[in-house]
C-alpha cells in the first residue's frame, strides 16, 4: 500500500476527542440531575448546547470518516473490490453494541429504556450511507432535507411502534438517549458532502498547521481514536465514582 494511505487525519481524530469529552462531560450533569444530587435543567442552557453539540459533531464525523476509509480501501484496491460487505459489517458491529445498551438499560431501568440510541443510529448510517460515499453533491442535498423534514417530524406521534428509528414516535414513548434517523442521518450525509470535497483522493484539500505532535493534540487525538470504547464505560465509571464519593448507591438500579 502507498504510504499515503496508510496515514490518518490527526484534525479527524482530534474534533472526534472533542466531542467525546463533551458527551462525557454531559453525561456527568445528566447523571448529577438524574439522581437528584444536583438541581440544574439539562434540557436547556449549557448542559443542552454540550450535548447536542457534542451529538451533532460526533455524528458528521461518521460521514466524514466513512469516505476516508471509503477513498483509502478503493485506491488501495484499485477500485475493483466490493466494499459492501466490510461496512455492512462494521455497522452491524456498532448496532449490536446498540443493542447491548438497549439490554442492559431494560434491566436497570424501569423508564428511559434506550431502544434507539447514538450507537443505534451511527451503525444503521454506516450501512444506509454505502450508497452515498462515491457522490459529492447528492449526499448534501439529501442530508439538508432530512434535516429539514426532522423540524415537521419533531412532534410526529403514532399509535405503533414499529417506525420510532425513522422519528416516528409512539404515544406515551420516553426514553433516555434517541436518534431517528431523520433528522440525524442528514448530519451523517453532510459529514460524506464535507468529506468528498475536503479529502478528494485521500489527500487533504486544505492547509493545516503542523500541530499533530503537541501534547494537547496527541492526547484528544488518542481519545478521538478510541471514542467507542470510551462511550461504552464511560457511565459506569461515573456512576461507580459517585457510588466511592458516597453520592449514591446501587438502589438507584429499578428506583
Given at each position: 500500500m502507498d504510504s499515503y494511505l496508510q496515514?490518518?487525519?490527526w484534525e479527524v481524530d482530534v474534533?472526534?476527542?472533542i466531542a467525546i469529552i463533551?458527551?462525557?462531560i454531559y453525561h456527568i450533569f445528566f447523571d448529577l440531575y438524574f439522581l437528584g444530587i444536583?438541581?440544574?435543567d439539562i434540557h436547556s442552557g449549557i448542559p443542552l448546547l454540550i450535548g447536542r453539540g457534542a451529538a451533532i459533531?460526533?455524528?458528521?464525523l461518521v460521514g466524514v470518516s466513512l469516505t476516508l476509509s471509503y477513498s483509502r480501501a478503493r485506491l488501495s484496491s484499485g477500485g475493483k473490490k466490493n466494499l459492501f460487505p466490510k461496512y455492512l459489517k462494521r455497522g452491524l458491529i456498532i448496532f449490536f453494541w446498540g443493542l447491548v445498551i438497549t439490554v442492559v438499560t431494560g434491566l436497570f431501568l424501569e423508564r428511559g429504556v434506550?431502544?434507539?440510541g447514538i450507537l443505534h443510529l451511527i451503525g444503521v448510517s454506516i450501512i444506509?450511507?454505502?450508497p452515498f460515499l462515491k457522490y459529492r453533491g447528492t449526499p448534501l442535498i439529501i442530508g439538508f432535507f432530512i434535516i429539514l423534514l426532522g423540524f415537521f417530524m419533531e412532534g410526529a406521534y403514532v399509535d405503533f411502534p414499529w417506525l420510532l428509528w425513522i422519528g416516528f414516535k409512539p404515544f406515551g414513548f420516553y426514553t433516555f438517549d434517541y436518534f431517528p434517523l431523520v433528522p440525524w442521518f442528514g448530519f451523517v450525509l453532510l459529514g460524506v458532502f464535507t468529506g468528498n470535497v475536503l479529502y478528494e483522493g485521500y489527500q487533504r484539500q486544505f492547509e493545516?498547521?503542523?500541530c499533530e505532535d503537541r501534547p494537547s493534540v496527541r492526547v484528544l487525538d488518542l481519545f478521538g481514536r478510541h471514542s467507542l470504547f470510551i462511550y461504552l464505560v464511560h457511565q459506569p465509571i461515573i456512576l461507580g465514582l459517585l457510588m466511592l464519593l458516597g453520592y449514591t448507591d446501587v438502589s438507584f438500579v429499578g428506583f
Open positions: 496515514k490518518r487525519f474534533f472526534r476527542g463533551c458527551m462525557v444536583y438541581e440544574t459533531i460526533f455524528i458528521f434506550i431502544v434507539f444506509l450511507a454505502y493545516i498547521c503542523d
